[in-house]
């Protein structure tokens, strides 16, 4: 969507707010014994003490109310009662959801207790990837710097993009044109537009560039067990920086 004043603006900004809340509670939560039912669960309790609405299971009829990948399942991971995180695990938060027509968007990656020294880098450069990237956004750039930044930081660090997964449009409803890719596009030529809501979710990994979907029809994984990370904002683009609204 593109915002049209201060009612955009702030019902955005709430429906933000909330995600970011149930991400990061329920990142806190994250330690060996737990299961990924059980953070889901805390996310439920938020959204529904908020009144919002699970955004994957309102579009799609995804059988969770938020997405938690584990390792090599890196994205629409299903919460499961039976997936026990263990020490040296990565995970993956994704959260989105709707609140009076307003839809948001936002995810992080954590480590579980103690992680090789290859994870704790392969988090930190996602997490700086993403904060490459939105430093690209404002009113009349081109898209494609954006792609540009995330493959930089990923290159630094030693680490491979997921190619056929991107950021997107987010607002009006979970996915929204323009795609926003991770990689450079070499005939794209978008300009970014004054007042676009767009997420950016950087995805780097080990070493594969393609995720591929698992046997339940959802999680999206690495085909060789490699790992990855992901971290999201959705925000606003202004002709100056960003509104993070997650």
């Known amino acids: ?55 994957p299971q309102l579009a799609y009829g995804f059988p969770g109310t938020t997405c938690i990948s584990v390792n090599d399942d890196v994205a629409h991971g299903i919460p499961s009662s039976q997936r026990v995180l263990r020490a040296g695990d990565l995970v993956n938060i994704d959260v989105s959801a709707e609140l009076n027509g307003y839809w948001a968007d936002t995810g992080a990656s954590f480590a579980v207790g103690e992680v090789s020294h290859q994870d704790k880098e392969l988090l930190k450069a996602t997490r700086q990837a993403l904060e490459d ?87 999206l994984r690495t085909p060789d067990g490699s790992r990855g990370a992901q971290f999201e904002h959705t925000m606003i683009v202004t002709r100056g920086r960003p509104i993070i609204v997650t």
């Open 1 to 55: 969507m593109s915002i049209d004043g201060r009612h955009d603006l702030e019902g955005l900004q709430i429906i933000g707010a909330i995600v970011a809340e149930a991400r990061d509670t329920m990142g806190a939560h994250v330690a060996p014994g737990v299961t990924t039912a059980e953070l889901d669960q805390i996310g439920k309790d938020i959204l529904t003490r908020h009144g919002a609405r699970s955004a």
């Open 133 to 219: 990237a939105m430093e690209q956004v404002t009113a009349g750039a081109p898209m494609n710097n954006i792609g540009r930044a995330v493959e930089k930081r990923a290159k630094r660090g030693g680490f491979r993009v997921i190619r056929n997964l991107c950021g997107h449009g987010v607002g009006r409803y979970i996915h929204e044109e323009p795609q926003v890719p991770n990689t450079f596009q070499p005939r794209d030529r978008t300009l970014l537009r004054d007042g676009w809501v767009i997420t950016i979710e950087p995805f780097l990994t080990t070493r594969a560039t393609m995720a591929v979907t698992a046997d339940d029809g959802w999680t």
